[in-house]
């Protein structure tokens, strides 16, 4: 017991000492700031978990001998397999709600459009010395979807995951502060404050349950690669707006996320030890991580700018920005930023609608890289 005790307390690394102050800090913008408490605060407390010395959640190699730590068999179990992203996204998909998007197709384009940066931001990488496939893992934290960045990451960079989460879901949290000044430079007061025509249709409840049916199915042909990842997020939906399986509907959302939210940062903090985080390209991956923000969101508003160029009907463009897959967060600063320029501008329901395309469009965006990129994770 002495032994281990000595061992461990001089075994503590400068490293260690700086990777546990992340992990206090992680906690602290978790509890304090409120910055994706659900994520960051395992990751937090999991970073400090195992940083400590000879720490028994991960796998250790003593005298020769390996010593299986829980943290690595979960990440055997969960992340190499791929399972937890998978699972998340059964429970996203029972929380989102299409109908805004099925009252406004057009908003479908923005969803694709918001997606830009993702592939600018690759470029960026490769001629920052990123091999194709940490570039490709790097540009889909512009997605602004964990889940699907913690995906393509497990597939083509696991010795980034640390870095590629925590960026993902840090800017995924900062949205309101991002993407308003991004918006405002790229905008007139005039652009907006347009006003959108509402539109008096009521969405069949049986077009809400053939909707996530049909995007599977298509999807899955153009993009196979993308199966698991729409197919997950889509069967989610479906428990949601079938209308007989409440209950299930109900524990994805609840108990299914909970679960697997808490696994799946413990798990990421794995990754966060200091000879795999405390690297020059953490900082590199950070920025990059934010230019494809900033990307995606500019993407998405030049594009409803350029089909205002050829419709009678202006659109306001501040919805191109809502196209990126942070939901709600990103539809509410539009519809918050309408109201600041006429309190009657009432944009929530079609910037949501503009979200929930980002949220299918980050996904079929991972399948396209991963079909693009290809080979077998590193």
Do not use: W
């Not at 990451?153 to 993902?168: E, N, W």
């Not at 889509?234 to 524990?251: A, P, W």
């Amino acid at each position: 017991m002495f032994e281990e005790l000595f061992l461990g307390v001089f075994s503590l690394t400068f490293g260690n000492v700086i990777m546990i102050i992340i992990g206090l800090l992680l906690i602290y913008l978790a509890i304090a700031k409120k910055y994706e408490p659900a994520l960051l605060l395992p990751i937090g407390f999991g970073t400090i978990l195992v940083n400590i010395p000879l720490s028994s959640a991960i796998d250790q190699l003593l005298e020769g001998v390996l010593h299986r730590g829980v943290l690595s068999i979960f990440f055997d179990i969960g992340i190499a397999t791929e399972i937890f992203p998978l699972l998340i996204f059964i429970a996203v998909g029972a929380m989102i709600d299409f109908t805004p998007l099925l009252e406004n197709p057009v908003m479908f384009l923005f969803g694709a459009a918001a997606q830009f940066g993702i592939f600018g931001t690759m470029a960026v990488a490769t001629l920052l010395g990123f091999d194709l496939k940490e570039a490709a893992s790097i540009g889909i934290i512009g997605a602004a979807d964990g889940p699907t960045s913690i995906y393509v990451a497990s597939r083509f960079a696991r010795h980034m995951l640390g870095p590629i989460s925590v960026a993902a879901y840090s800017y995924m949290s900062l949205v309101p502060i991002i993407q308003p000044p991004v918006i405002r430079a790229l905008t007139s007061k005039e652009e907006r404050s347009i006003r959108m025509q509402p539109k008096a249709q009521k969405i069949p409840r049986m077009v809400k349950i053939i909707f996530p049916i049909t995007i599977t199915v298509v999807a899955s042909i153009l993009a196979p690669t993308s199966a698991a990842l729409i197919g997950f997020l889509m069967f989610g939906n479906l428990l949601r707006e079938c209308g007989v399986l409440d209950s299930l509907s109900k524990s994805a959302q609840n108990e299914l996320a909970n679960l697997v939210t808490i696994l799946l940062g413990l798990t990421i903090a794995s990754t966060m030890t200091a000879d795999k985080f405390l690297k020059p390209q953490t900082l590199v991956i950070l920025g990059l991580g934010l230019v494809a923000f900033i990307f995606d969101t500019a993407a998405g508003v030049l594009f409803a700018k350029f089909l205002n160029l050829f419709l009678k009907q202006k659109i306001n463009p501040m919805l191109g920005a809502a196209g990126i897959s942070a939901f709600p967060m990103s539809a509410r600063v539009i519809h918050k930023m309408g109201l600041e320029e006429d309190p009657m501008n009432f944009l929530l329901m079609y910037a949501a609608g503009a979200n929930t395309a980002g949220q299918i469009g980050s996904v079929l965006a991972g399948g396209i890289l991963i079909a693009l990129v290809g080979g077998n994770a590193l």
